[in-house]
Each structure stands twice: as C-alpha cells, then as structure tokens.
C-alpha cells in the first residue's frame, strides 16, 4: 500500500484507532496535508509501537 492509499484509508479508521488506544486524542489523530509521518511519530509516542506496526494495524484494518 502506497502513502496515498493509506492516506485515505486513515481518514476511514481512526476512529477504531482511537477506540482501541485509550490514551490517543482527537489531536494526536488530526492528518494535515503533508504530515503524515508526524502523526506517526506521535502515534509511536502514545502507543509504545514502532512505525512499521503502526502502519500494519492501519492496514489491516
């Protein structure tokens, strides 16, 4: 799955996200156009998991 794809496939799940991670806010959730991977990095932060599983479970979903 390219950048893009997942991309929109976030906006579809990150209520799940948020859902299943207690601790991660709307904030922490909030894509802005070219920032992706800083929403990763804050995601990493809040969940203990590394890029690469944040964007398995985002893809599993």
């Known amino acids: 799955m390219n ?3 997942l ?3 976030w906006k579809q799940i ?3 996200f948020k859902q299943k991670y207690a601790n991660v806010t709307d904030n922490d959730l909030t894509y802005t156009e070219g920032k992706f991977d ?3 990095g804050k995601l990493q932060e809040k969940t203990g998991k590394k890029k690469e ?3 398995e479970e985002i893809d599993n979903w």
């Open 14 to 16: 990150k209520g799940k």
């Open 53 to 55: 599983e944040i964007l």
């Open 7 to 9: 991309e929109g496939k």
């Open 3 to 5: 950048k893009d794809q």
């Open 38 to 40: 800083e929403m990763l």
